[in-house]
């Protein structure tokens, strides 16, 4: 589970208090919308809805009125389509409440939704766009060309989409009888495709997702003290919760867990991974994490514990300052603050450290009261909706103010939303100092908008803008003291970490601010050695991110300025000036002494010295091994330069740029070189024994500050994937353990499944687990449910039994399993069903008998890298299976070019046929980058072979 510790997740149903907001902020919206109702747009949304025969509804859905002709002449079937209730409910919604208007583009959105809509259904492909005036749609061997009209609003992208999906669903349903919740599917398909077109926060959630998000808000549970999310298909943690058995334990923010117990977490649902990491206090769990530098995951055996979260903690440092680690915003931080803060006064304080250091953010009253805690007057935050209409502004009083003495606030890049809004509110008040990095950028609001059918869209409606109205929208908050630590490992370097923070911050898709906000710069930047030294805690990835708190040099320097020269924020800026330069020329000294040891001289340039054309420096870099490297094994990049000037170059460093996390954001110091001097520094870098084989472009861009600007240097890694296993599953019932031994199941039984598992691939599987996982609800009890294959060599065979309990209770017709195998170290996996009878009519004692096993996928061999001028490849080859290949479909994907899951191909037996072997041959488009191609053939609609393949292109 996402733990929304953030204020702008709000469910309308959670209480009679936001049932209240909600009502209160809809009449403002509308007022809103009523006020702005004259200009040209809105004038041009009525006039389109009133030829598209689209109005509100007494249910407030975009209604369809009979008769309505689209663009272009095109028949809406007069009522024949079905009304689809939840898209026009959420274009409506967008139209009338997105905070930013600006970003709406009917044309974009309409493109986006026939994108999701067709990576929803194997057998379906779309081609064309709103640019091109037609869409080509393919359901199976069945097509139509519509033609599409001008897309001046979101009502215009519903009739248009409403025709086509009509089509598709009619379509669909014939050729392969879907159920009702698969054609639901794709109109939620349409709309996810829609919002993504907005921001990254806005998404319409089904109704299982919606009423599993309801359940895991409710109540306490044990657990063990980690925030996880899915991130790139990943379960990641978040950030781990201080004095909690995951913090004890060494978990970081940034690790992956690949498994729990012994079930894989690869596409496992958020929920599932929630519900196998809590439990009763006191029982243990065992998982696997995998985190960058590692080679291969590690294991972790916790107890469980019960989470009572104190968001607030405090110590007293020596020159009586006060120290307050704020962790997140929960129901009691106030209070707890209070608390802490009385305690510090009768100490007689000089001042408050507030560390507010990777605070995820959370109660948005929690936050305004907190500022309130020691703001006597003025705004602390404005929420704006669209169209920049004020729905509130929260201003502070003296009444509640506790602390009136001088505030320095630490924050950084994992500081976000309600943290924002208390450190935002300190600095632009003048009352405190912010020393640390620019803080996330989290300040929009989301609210979740029911629909009758049980899904649920969440959409951004407003955003937080701090006293000033500065909004913190992707900027963040800048700190005054921007504080940069320098990581020197063994196997790793990080000195340039606000670089790295600044490209990531570029390429956010965010929403924009709805009004223009000046970036502010901080006073100074000061760069430290930090004094993390465990190897194994951090990458060069996640440098700056793992600790929970403000790093020891960072808090001393707070206190030190306490200290000497505690005031308001404009006092201690003006006269710790000169200290705050000594602080940094110290920790300067410390670093060019630790990279000495390195044989790295990091002599700074004088302030008169000339700038240097980049042609002066000769620069090569080179890769060890020169031929395809071995997943699983060591890359070294070689580094060589020589100073070809008669002047010296200082600082001389360089960072990698890839498409491939493996490779990318490394940094290569090289430090001084000499007129004349050749100066040579490598790094090695770890390949995961999953990668495929492939080419791997790698950018090096070097950088001195006696550059007029930047050299560029482009090398490539030859990666060797290793021989993958290939799974097949058969499946015998045993109903011996506690049952009649009839091999029929039957409620109040015990069921053995004895599971046969064959590698017929050409590698081996390494610490596999073969599981059972339940689909059929209450009644069936999964009592072994996982076991573990450690080794099992090309054409090997191992059986393994798992079993569960039929429960007297259970009175449902099928007992629905998912049966699966997955091995960690290659990420080679296999899942199908298992659908039993529950009391068949003929016995079969030993009982029930069935088989996975995925079509195989032979294909002509492809190049791993083309030349610039080549827009395609031709691949050809077969799918062949013992029982039967349905279909098959061909995606190309390329993130450097943005293009995601763009399908190439699809064929399909004859249709009332079975056959075992199905040919292809298919052309398919590539772009700049690299190209992920992928072959799918599926036996039916759960069983499915793959073969995936990368080509690159310059």
Same mark, same amino acid.
């Given at each position: ?532 030294? @465990?190897? %194994? #805690? &951090? ?7 793992? *600790?929970? /708190?403000? $790093? +020891?040099?960072?808090?001393? =320097? ?42 790295? @001289?990091? %002599? #700074? &340039? ?7 054309? *980049?042609? /002066?420096? $000769? +620069?090569?870099?080179?890769? =060890? ?65 999953? =990668? ?263």
């Amino acid at each position: 589970m996402v733990q929304h510790f953030e204020p702008q997740s709000i469910s309308l149903r959670s209480s009679s208090f936001l049932r209240a907001a909600r009502v209160v902020g809809i009449a403002l919206l509308l007022l809103t919308l009523s006020i702005s109702c004259g200009n040209r747009s809105d004038r041009r949304r009525a006039q389109d809805k009133k030829r598209t025969g689209m109005g509100r509804s007494s249910d407030g859905l975009l209604a369809d009125h009979t008769g309505a002709v689209g663009p272009g002449g095109l028949a809406l079937n007069r009522g024949k389509t079905p009304p689809l209730r939840v898209l026009s409910a959420a274009l409506t919604t967008i139209d009338e409440k997105y905070v930013a208007p600006g970003r709406i583009k009917a044309t974009k959105m309409f493109d986006k939704a026939l994108e999701f809509i067709e990576a929803e259904r194997a057998e379906l492909r779309i081609t064309g766009s709103a640019k091109e005036r037609s869409v080509l749609v393919r359901v199976g061997a069945r097509s139509h060309r519509f033609m599409v009209g001008p897309l001046s609003s979101v009502a215009m992208v519903y009739v248009q989409l409403k025709t086509i999906l009509g089509y598709i669903r009619k379509t669909v349903k014939a050729h392969s009888k879907p159920s009702a919740k698969e054609l639901a599917a794709l109109e939620y398909a349409a709309v996810n495709g829609i919002v993504s077109t907005l921001d990254p926060h806005s998404v319409l959630m089904p109704p299982k997702v919606y009423g599993e998000m309801q359940i895991r808000t409710r109540g306490a549970f044990g657990g063990i003290g980690i925030v996880i999310s899915i991130r790139d298909g990943k379960l990641t943690v978040i950030s781990p919760i201080d004095e909690t058995p995951a913090a004890r334990a060494g978990i970081r923010a940034g690790d992956r867990i690949v498994k729990i117990g012994d079930e894989s977490t690869v596409n496992m649902r958020l929920s599932e991974a929630v519900a196998l990491l809590r439990g009763k206090p006191g029982t243990p769990v065992t998982f696997w994490v995998e985190r960058e530098g590692w080679p291969e995951p590690r294991r972790f055996n916790i107890l469980r514990s019960r989470i009572e979260i104190k968001s607030v903690t405090s110590k007293l440092l020596p020159g009586r300052v006060g120290y307050v680690r704020l962790n997140r915003f929960s129901h009691n931080t106030t209070d707890e603050l209070k608390n802490h803060l009385r305690k510090l006064k009768r100490a007689r304080v000089k001042g408050v450290i507030l560390d507010m250091w990777n605070n995820p953010g959370g109660l948005l009253q929690q936050a305004e009261m907190v500022a309130d805690t020691f703001l006597s007057s003025g705004d602390i935050v404005i929420t704006e909706a669209a169209r920049k209409v004020v729905l509130r502004v929260r201003k502070a009083s003296a009444d509640t103010t506790v602390f009136n003495k001088p505030v320095v606030v630490l924050v950084n890049r994992g500081s976000a939303s309600a943290a924002e809004i208390v450190a935002g509110a300190l600095k632009n008040q003048g009352r405190a100092l912010v020393i640390g990095e620019t803080t996330f950028g989290k300040g929009t609001v989301q609210m979740l908008f029911d629909n009758p059918d049980g899904s649920a869209l969440k959409m951004t409606v407003a955003q937080y803008l701090t006293p000033g109205s500065l909004s913190i929208q992707t900027v963040g908050v800048q700190p005054d003291v921007h504080t940069n630590a320098v990581h020197l490992r063994k196997t790793w370097t990080r000195m340039f970490s606000y670089e790295v923070d600044a490209r990531r911050r570029a390429k956010r898709h965010d929403l924009l601010p709805a009004r223009s906000q000046k970036r502010r710069l901080p006073t100074m930047r000061l760069d430290y050695l930090s004094p993390l030294r @465990d190897t %194994k #805690a &951090s990458t060069h990835h996640q440098a700056n991110v793992s *600790a929970n /708190a403000a $790093e +020891a040099p960072v808090v001393e =320097l707070a206190r030190l300025l306490l200290v000497r020269y505690a005031g308001t924020r404009a006092e201690m800026l003006r006269a710790g000036k000169d200290y705050l330069a000594e602080w940094g020329r110290g920790q300067e000294r410390k670093i060019i002494t630790a990279l000495r040891t390195r044989k790295v @001289d990091w %002599k #700074a &340039s004088g302030p008169q010295s000339p700038k240097l054309d *980049a042609t /002066a420096l $000769e +620069a090569k870099i080179s890769v =060890l091994p020169s031929g395809p490297a071995k997943a699983g094994t060591t890359v070294t990049l070689k580094l060589t330069v020589t100073n070809r000037g008669n002047q010296p170059i200082h600082r001389l460093h360089g960072r990698t740029d890839a498409a491939s996390y493996v490779f990318h954001e490394r940094e290569l110091i090289v430090g001084l070189v000499k007129p004349g001097e050749t100066r040579s520094v490598s790094i090695q870098v770890k390949l995961p024994s999953h =990668l495929r084989s492939s080419i791997q472009p790698v950018k090096v861009v070097l950088v001195s500050p006696d550059f007029s600007q930047p050299m560029r240097l482009h090398t490539q890694v030859s990666i060797g994937g290793l021989p993958r296993p290939r799974f097949s599953l058969s499946y015998r019932l045993h109903d011996d353990v506690k049952g009649n031994g009839d091999g029929r199941p039957e409620p109040g039984e015990t069921i053995r499944l004895r599971i046969r598992l064959k590698n017929s691939g050409s590698g081996p599987l390494d610490d596999g687990v073969v599981a059972l996982r339940n689909l059929a609800g209450h009644g069936i009890n999964i009592l072994k449910g996982r076991s573990a294959v450690k080794k099992l060599a090309p054409g090997g065979s191992r059986d393994v039994d798992l079993t569960f309990r039929v429960e007297p209770s259970f009175r449902k017709p099928v007992i629905k399993l998912e049966l699966s195998v997955y091995g960690s170290k290659l990420r080679a996996s296999l899942q199908g069903h298992v659908n039993l009878p529950l009391n068949p009519k003929t016995a079969t004692a030993p009982g029930l008998v069935g088989e996975i096993s995925p079509p195989l996928i032979q294909i002509t061999k492809a190049p791993l890298a083309v030349d610039a001028t080549t827009s395609y490849i031709d691949i050809a080859g077969s799918a062949s299976d013992d029982t039967q290949v349905q279909d098959l479909f061909v995606e190309v994907t390329n993130y450097d070019a943005k293009q995601v899951r763009h399908k190439a191909y699809y064929t399909a037996a004859p249709r009332g046929t079975k056959i075992r072997k199905l040919p292809f041959k298919v052309r398919v488009p590539l772009w700049p980058g690299v190209n992920r191609i992928l072959v799918v053939a599926r036996e039916n609609s759960e069983v499915m072979g793959f073969r995936r393949i990368m080509v690159t292109k310059p």
